[in-house]
C-alpha cells in the first residue's frame, strides 16, 4: 500500500480514537490510600487530579543506565488476564481512558508491548482523551510516544498500521530468528529499527539499548508472557494494576505468578458506574538483573 494511504489510515485512527475517548463518561475515582515515599515524581495537570481523585505518582529509575519503567494490567475480579476482549474484564472506562491510554503513558518516551498483544500492529499505543494530549505537549514529548514490539519470532510488517507510518518511529526488540524473519520488510521501513538480543534472557541488555537511544521512561502493557521476564530481572519500579468487577478471562492467567516484593502507594476505588472496580500502584524493590 503506498505511503499516502498510510497517512490516511492513521488520520482516520486517530480521529476514531480521539472521537471516542471525548465521548467516554468517566467517574471520578475515590481514594482509599495515598502513601508515597518521598523519592516518587508526580505528573498531572487540573483535570487528571480531578479524575484521579489525586496525584499520580512514576518512580525514578535505579539505574542511570536503564529507563524507568512501569508495567500497566487489568485482571478480572478473580485475577485472570488473558482475554480476547480487555473490557470484559470489568475495568471500567475510567481506567482505559485515565490509566491504561492515559496517565501510565503520558509521560512515557515509549510504550513496550509483547507482539500479541499489539494484534498485528492494527493499533497505534498513545494517550487520545484531549486533556491528557495536552499534558503531553506541555511536558514537550511527541504527539505519539515511540512504539516498542518485543518478539521472539518477528511480526509481519506489510498490513499493520503502526509499522508503515514514517513519522511514527518503531522499534522492534528480538532474536537473531526474528530478525531474519523481518529483513525483507525492514529494507523499505528505515523508521524501524532493531535490538537483536542472543536470545530470550537478554531483556536487561535491551533495556539498557533503549537508554543509550534516549528513552528515559517507558511504559509496558504486557502480555503477561512479557510481563514475566519483565518482573523477574527488576526491570519494572512500578505496577499500575486494575482489578474488574466481573469474573472472567482465561482461568489461572494472573499477570505474575510470584509475590511482588514492594509497597501499595497509592489505593483508588471506582464510582459511578465504575463502583467495585479497584487500582492499584504498586512501588516495587527492584533488583536489576
Not at 475517548?21 to 515524581?41: F, G, H, Q, V
Not at 487520545?128 to 514490539?149: F, G, K, N, S, T
Not at 532474536?175 to 537483536?196: C, E, N, Y
Request: glycine share 10%.
Amino acid at each position: 500500500m503506498p505511503i499516502a494511504e498510510w497517512a490516511e489510515r492513521i488520520a482516520d485512527y486517530e480521529l476514531l480514537k480521539t472521537t471516542e475517548a471525548r465521548a467516554a463518561m468517566l467517574e471520578p475515582y475515590a481514594t482509599e490510600r495515598d502513601d508515597p515515599p518521598d523519592n516518587l515524581s508526580v505528573i498531572g495537570n487540573a483535570w487528571s487530579r480531578a479524575m484521579f481523585g489525586g496525584l499520580f505518582y512514576v518512580s525514578h529509575s535505579p539505574s542511570a543506565d536503564l529507563p524507568a519503567t512501569n508495567l500497566v494490567f487489568v485482571q478480572s475480579r478473580d485475577g485472570n488476564t488473558v482475554t480476547a476482549d480487555p473490557s470484559s474484564l470489568g475495568g471500567g472506562e475510567a481506567d482505559k481512558h485515565l490509566i491504561y491510554e492515559g496517565l501510565s503513558r503520558v509521560a512515557a518516551d515509549a510504550v513496550l508491548s509483547g507482539a500479541r498483544t499489539i494484534h498485528g500492529g492494527r493499533l497505534v499505543l498513545s494517550t487520545w482523551r484531549p486533556e491528557l494530549v495536552a499534558l503531553r505537549a506541555a511536558m514537550a514529548l511527541p504527539r505519539h510516544p515511540i512504539q516498542i514490539v518485543a518478539t521472539l519470532h518477528g511480526v509481519d510488517l506489510e498490513d499493520g498500521l503502526m509499522f508503515n507510518v514514517p513519522t511514527l518511529r518503531v522499534i522492534v526488540i528480538t532474536v537473531p530468528q526474528g530478525a531474519d524473519a523481518m529483513r525483507a520488510g525492514l529494507k523499505t521501513r528505515p523508521w524501524i529499527s532493531l535490538i537483536v538480543m542472543d536470545d530470550a534472557a537478554g531483556l536487561p541488555a535491551a533495556f539498557r539499548e533503549l537508554r543509550r537511544r534516549g528513552i528515559e521512561r517507558l511504559s509496558c502493557i504486557g502480555g503477561r508472557t512479557l510481563a514475566h521476564p519483565l518482573l523477574d530481572a527488576g526491570l519494572v519500579q512500578d505496577v499500575y494494576l486494575t482489578t474488574g468487577t466481573k469474573e472472567g478471562g482465561q482461568p489461572g492467567t494472573p499477570f505474575y505468578d510470584k509475590p511482588l516484593h514492594g509497597r501499595e502507594v497509592v489505593r483508588k476505588r471506582g464510582t459511578g458506574s465504575d463502583e467495585g472496580v479497584i487500582v492499584e500502584h504498586i512501588a516495587l524493590a527492584t533488583l536489576i538483573a
